[in-house]
């Protein structure tokens, strides 16, 4: 059974500060590897999708990273703001298409 | 050109009720998941619809829970004889999978915003 595991759990750091947030999974056969942004009291907004055969994707200042072998993912947000303060989810797609979660970073940008 | 709607926003009801909650996906997509996220925990699959295709239901937590997809589109997802355990929130997605070379795809899933559920 796939286990999908995020460290940390919470994050607080100064604006301005470039993070890295953490996502590990057991099993290595996965199709692709989604990083989700979740506000309080709303839905998930997908951030990244980063395909099996990829080794990273990059939006803006987010970078997200794949090592398949390893079972593992980074999110990288440079020059971190208020704005982006929320919760960070990763989740993989086995193939079966509904997707299995960590249960989240939840990053403090203080101003 | 609307998202996930999901509807009500937020239910409060007594142990033992049957509740319904309904989610609208975005027009065209053909997949439509629905997971459950209690406190303190991730986002649990429930199950998820494609297409004509009988739907995965390997993740509803117990024969309480049951959901149905009308003509490919709306779906509702049925909790009869509530418990506290039940309270969560609610999240619906829709996907258009994107089929491409040697077994890959895409499949973006898009959010609404959950139904918080509250069984006092």
């Known amino acids: 059974k796939q286990e999908v595991t995020q460290i940390p759990a919470a994050l607080s750091v100064p604006e301005g500060e470039n993070l890295v947030l953490n996502c590990s999974f057991t099993?290595?056969?996965?199709?692709?590897l989604q990083w989700f942004r979740q506000d309080p009291g709303k839905g998930l907004t997908s951030l990244l999708l980063?395909?099996?055969?990829?080794r990273e994707q990059t939006s803006g200042r987010l970078n997200a990273s794949l090592d398949k072998s390893s079972g593992r993912s980074t999110l990288y947000i440079a020059a971190s703001q208020p704005g982006d303060s929320a919760t960070y989810l990763c989740?993989?797609?086995?193939?079966?298409?509904?997707?299995?979660f960590g249960s989240g970073t939840r990053l403090q940008v203080q101003p | 050109g609307a998202g996930v709607s999901q509807s009500p926003s937020n239910k409060v009801t007594e142990k033992g009720k049957d509740v319904e909650l309904r989610c609208d996906p975005i027009?065209?997509?053909?997949?439509l998941y629905w997971y459950r996220q209690s406190l303190g925990q991730g986002l649990e699959f429930l199950i998820y619809?494609?297409?004509?295709?009988?739907?995965?239901k390997s993740g509803l937590p117990s024969d309480r829970f049951s959901a149905e997809r009308t003509g490919g589109s709306v779906s509702t997802l049925t909790i009869q004889r509530t418990q506290q355990e039940d309270s969560a929130v609610y999240l619906c997605?829709?996907?258009?999978?994107?089929?491409?070379?040697?077994?890959?795809?895409?499949?973006?899933?898009?959010f609404g915003a959950g139904t918080r559920l509250s069984v006092l």
């Open positions: 997605a829709s996907s258009l999978v994107i089929e491409g070379l040697a077994g890959a795809f895409k499949n973006i899933q898009y």
């Open positions: 980063i395909q099996s055969s990829q």
């Open positions: 989740a993989v797609d086995t193939g079966r298409r509904a997707l299995t």
């Open positions: 619809f494609q297409g004509n295709s009988a739907p995965d």
């Open positions: 027009s065209g997509h053909t997949a």
């Open positions: 099993d290595s056969a996965i199709y692709n």
